[in-house]
């Protein structure tokens, strides 16, 4: 009786322990796919879901991702990861394209201890004394400066015009950096002739662009989402405002080209990645399965999506764990890990430290210029 008792036991410790090998492993991902920043989420997600089917499986368990539109809006971005930590049981959440709505989520995963990545929130708040947020971006005072020095070393400026979208995070905090870097470099605290605002969501930007051409800058900084953006520079040209126009990571969508139209030839920005000049081996086994997938060149915001997936599941391997903890902790502790857009460290703020690539439009299509280095 007593063996048949032991071997029952045994029978069951097995299957538990069969039950537990082969639980799901679930990655929650918070992505804007509908709203103004919907083409930046699904391009994000493009990579994610790349990744997946490349890597599906560790530790000899599936991995599932549950995506979650937070509607380009910061309330919907808390409710989104609310729901990924208490309904579906993520281990980690990757998201989200727009610093403003990975901000929205800080607060509850940092309290609920759920390790975040983010693929392309810029602005440095988003991982500040936060333990369980990291990135695998670069942030803005890097991004601000890079401009800010191919603004006066390349383009020869010596005065700009700043304006920025003043209900976006990204685009506040970006244009800040990118002053002072072209204050200290020109040596003049005057050089910035104008500084304008406007709303996500405004249609015309006449009064700014009035105010601006009446400054008469060498260039004109313009950070903020590709609609808005593109409309802006587009009205620019049509008042006769005929300078060089520079801005950041988010203007690198198809949409900013369609919308901008001939207006926005020449246009130069900052961002992560290029299929040009692949950095990495894994660059180009990425760049490869995103051509057979999807028929077309990689963009930036497709790597780092991809990126943030691969990063998740090299740490839970490392670990020999899916548990939350152990994966925020392996997080904490990345450096040198090959990824798509680059090799990444991430430092004390979970930041990644890498360089930065800069594209101009040219004939409706964004061309390669130069890649630079951390300073």
């Known amino acids: 009786m007593k063996k048949t008792i032991g071997l029952l036991l045994l029978v069951l410790v097995l299957a538990i322990a069969s039950s537990a090998s082969a639980e799901v492993i679930k990655i929650g991902v918070f992505e804007p796919m509908t709203g103004p920043n919907a083409a930046g989420g699904e391009m994000t ?4 879901e790349l990744a997946l089917e490349l890597r599906g499986e560790v530790l000899g368990r599936k991995v599932e991702i549950i995506v979650v539109d937070n509607k380009s809006d910061k309330v919907e971005a808390a409710n989104a990861v609310s729901r990924l930590i208490e309904k579906d049981k993520v281990v980690a959440i990757i998201g989200s394209y727009g610093s403003s709505l990975s901000m929205a989520a800080g607060d509850i995963v940092n309290k609920a201890q759920v390790p975040t990545v983010g693929c392309s929130p810029t602005n440095p708040l988003v991982t500040l004394n936060n333990p369980y947020y990291f990135r695998v971006c670069f942030i803005d005072p890097f ?12 383009l020869g400026a010596k005065t700009a015009a700043v304006i920025q979208d003043v209900t976006q995070d990204y685009s506040v905090g970006l244009s800040k950096y990118f002053v002072d870097a072209f204050r200290e470099l ?3 605290q005057n050089s910035i002739v104008e500084m304008s605002s406007y709303n996500t969501g405004d249609q015309d930007f006449t009064a700014q662009l009035t105010n601006v051409k009446n400054k008469m800058p060498d260039i004109v900084f313009a950070p903020g989402n590709y609609g808005e953006s593109a409309l802006l520079i587009r009205q620019a040209r049509e008042l006769g405002i005929d300078v060089p126009f520079l801005g950041g990571d988010t203007w690198e969508a198809p949409e900013f080209l369609s919308i901008g139209g001939v207006a926005v030839e020449g246009a130069v920005f900052s961002t992560h990645f290029t299929s040009e000049a692949p950095v990495t081996e894994e660059s180009e086994v990425f760049l490869a399965a995103y051509r057979e997938k999807f028929g077309r060149e990689a963009n930036a915001f497709a790597a780092l999506g991809y990126d943030a997936y691969m990063l998740i599941l090299d740490v839970i391997e490392e670990a020999g764990s899916a548990d939350s903890q152990a994966i925020r902790d ?16 991430l430092d004390a703020n979970g930041d990644a430290v890498k360089s930065a690539v800069i594209n101009q439009v040219d004939d409706g299509k ?5 890649t630079v280095e951390p300073f």
């Not at 991004?143 to 390349?154: I, L, R």
């Not at 964004?366 to 130069?370: M, N, R, S, V």
């Open 186 to 188: 020109t040596g003049n």
């Open 143 to 154: 991004q601000g400066t890079v401009m800010a020095n191919y603004a006066v070393n390349e």
């Open 366 to 370: 964004f061309i390669y210029l130069t």
């Open 45 to 48: 997600v493009e990579g994610i």
């Open 330 to 345: 392996g997080l904490a502790q990345t450096e040198g890990f090959v990824g798509a857009t680059g090799v990444i460290t």
